[in-house]
């Protein structure tokens, strides 16, 4: 695909892509004459096309053309998942390269729901950001000894007001108080990954905005003036809570003059926090997207599998149904209890919901617990 123009111009020329039934043929090279591996690769190819022809026609032109690298990835990683069945129309070497013609039966409303889901749900956001302004001798945090302040801190004022509008929601800091204990060693304004992991867990926060920000005076703005400019530095970066793993960075510098040292050094912090803002959020949600198409491994524990058939019909409807899974082992069936790995493509709470929702041929399953490597759950056998 070469863009956005691409994918609109294929979805307003297709006639059938809003019944989810389309036609489209998938190509692959031949690489040292293995033909049954690039048969294998031109359905895929041809998987890939019907979904996206299919997601031209859920998705608005505006989300498209600003976010198409996403949608592009979102459909590259779970495309086989969205067909559910499909018809080899006409198929043949040709040249060096294989084609195969398919008639795709593509679930439009599962694809639409994933992809509202891609551009609705971001995450649960905690700023633990230091600032120091002109006049202040430390830095001020709310983490510190009285364990959470409802003090918002400038920066995150202005992350809110940037970042609430598209979807994120922010932990309040003044609900946490008597809630969040925070150990000794915590209370500082230098955080580490693991540090700001663990406090951001224990708010129940899916990322943390970590980093400092401090105000200088650089001086008046020109001789004989008593206006003064004020920089303020930040240098942020955002963990994952699941990971640890560090998902953005990003450094700037804001300025602003003024005759008050402390009101230069606020307005100077808003301007860092409009600049960096934007720049962080963009880089926190390509990684984000990334990771929930992303492979992981998950131990799924289904309590109410009575026998071998039940653990069969569990095996087939994942291997065949559900979304975003490549591969299952039953590692063993013990007191009603079968024990599974899984290797799939979204989060653990993205593939819990689309569990959930899917109907095996006798039962259902009911989710009961999720963390990030592990979902357990009970067989449903209700109609």
Same mark, same amino acid.
Request: net charge neutral; hydrophobic share 45%; no cysteine.
């Given at each position: 695909?070469?863009?956005?123009?691409?994918?609109?111009?294929?979805?307003?020329?297709?006639?059938?892509?809003?019944?989810?039934?389309?036609?489209?043929?998938?190509?692959?090279?031949?690489?040292?004459?293995?033909?049954?591996?690039? +048969?294998?690769?031109?359905?895929?190819?041809?998987?890939?096309?019907?979904?996206?022809?299919?997601?031209?026609?859920?998705?608005?032109?505006?989300?498209?053309?600003?976010?198409?690298?996403?949608?592009?990835?979102?459909?590259?990683?779970?495309?086989?998942?969205?067909?559910?069945?499909?018809?080899?129309?006409?198929?043949?070497?040709?040249?060096?390269?294989?084609?195969?013609?398919?008639?795709?039966?593509?679930?439009?409303?599962?694809?639409?729901?994933?992809?509202?889901?891609?551009?609705?749900? =971001?995450?649960? #956001?905690?700023?633990?950001?230091?600032?120091?302004?002109?006049?202040?001798?430390?830095?001020?945090?709310?983490?510190?000894?009285?364990?959470?302040?409802?003090?918002?801190?400038?920066? $995150?004022?202005?992350?809110?007001?940037?970042?609430?509008?598209?979807?994120?929601?922010?932990?309040?800091?003044?609900?946490?108080?008597?809630?969040?204990?925070?150990?000794?060693?915590?209370?500082?304004?230098?955080?580490?990954?693991?540090?700001?992991?663990?406090?951001?867990?224990?708010?129940?926060?899916?990322?943390?905005?970590?980093? $400092? @920000?401090?105000?200088?005076?650089?001086?008046?703005?020109?001789?004989?003036?008593?206006?003064?400019?004020?920089?303020?530095?930040?240098?942020?970066?955002? #963990?994952? @809570?699941?990971?640890?793993?560090?998902?953005?960075?990003?450094?700037?510098?804001?300025?602003?003059?003024?005759? %008050?040292?402390?009101?230069?050094?606020?307005?100077?912090?808003?301007?860092?926090?409009?600049?960096?803002? &934007?720049?962080?959020? =963009?880089?926190?949600?390509?990684?984000?997207?990334?990771?929930?198409?992303?492979? +992981?491994?998950?131990?799924? #524990?289904? %309590?109410?599998?009575?026998?071998?058939?039940?653990?069969?019909?569990?095996?087939?409807?994942?291997?065949?149904?559900?979304?975003?899974?490549?591969?299952?082992?039953?590692?063993?069936?013990?007191?009603?209890?079968?024990?599974?790995?899984?290797?799939?493509?979204?989060?653990?709470?993205?593939?819990?919901?689309?569990?959930?929702?899917?109907?095996?041929?006798?039962?259902?399953?009911?989710?009961? %617990?999720?963390?990030?490597?592990?979902?357990?759950?009970?067989?449903?056998?209700? &109609?």
């Amino acid at each position: 695909m070469g863009g956005a123009a691409l994918l609109l111009s294929v979805a307003l020329s297709a006639p059938g892509a809003a019944s989810g039934s389309v036609t489209v043929t998938g190509v692959a090279a031949v690489v040292d004459n293995d033909v049954p591996l690039a +048969r294998d690769r031109a359905l895929d190819d041809a998987k890939r096309k019907a979904v996206e022809q299919v997601a031209g026609t859920r998705v608005s032109a505006e989300t498209v053309a600003e976010d198409f690298q996403l949608v592009s990835d979102r459909i590259y990683a779970r495309a086989s998942g969205f067909v559910r069945n499909y018809e080899i129309l006409g198929e043949g070497r040709e040249g060096e390269t294989y084609e195969v013609r398919v008639k795709a039966n593509v679930d439009g409303e599962a694809l639409k729901a994933d992809l509202d889901l891609l551009f609705a749900t =971001k995450p649960r #956001v905690i700023v633990l950001v230091a600032e120091q302004n002109i006049g202040s001798s430390r830095p001020n945090f709310w983490w510190g000894s009285s364990g959470a302040s409802a003090n918002l801190s400038l920066l $995150q004022t202005s992350l809110i007001g940037e970042w609430q509008p598209v979807g994120y929601t922010f932990i309040d800091p003044g609900m946490l108080a008597g809630k969040l204990e925070v150990a000794a060693p915590l209370q500082t304004p230098e955080l580490s990954n693991a540090a700001a992991q663990r406090l951001a867990a224990d708010a129940d926060a899916d990322v943390a905005v970590v980093g $400092q @920000v401090l105000v200088n005076d650089a001086g008046p703005v020109m001789e004989g003036v008593t206006m003064h400019a004020y920089h303020a530095v930040g240098t942020l970066r955002v #963990v994952g @809570v699941d990971t640890g793993k560090i998902l953005a960075v990003a450094e700037d510098t804001g300025v602003a003059a003024h005759i %008050d040292p402390n009101l230069g050094g606020r307005l100077a912090i808003k301007a860092l926090a409009k600049k960096i803002g &934007p720049k962080l959020q =963009k880089n926190l949600l390509e990684k984000w997207v990334s990771e929930a198409s992303s492979s +992981r491994e998950i131990e799924l #524990v289904i %309590d109410g599998v009575k026998n071998g058939k039940d653990a069969r019909i569990l095996e087939r409807g994942l291997t065949e149904s559900v979304r975003g899974v490549e591969s299952v082992h039953v590692r063993r069936r013990r007191k009603g209890r079968a024990y599974l790995t899984l290797k799939v493509k979204a989060r653990s709470q993205d593939f819990a919901r689309d569990l959930e929702g899917h109907r095996f041929e006798a039962f259902s399953i009911r989710v009961n %617990d999720v963390s990030r490597t592990k979902i357990a759950g009970t067989v449903d056998r209700s &109609p």
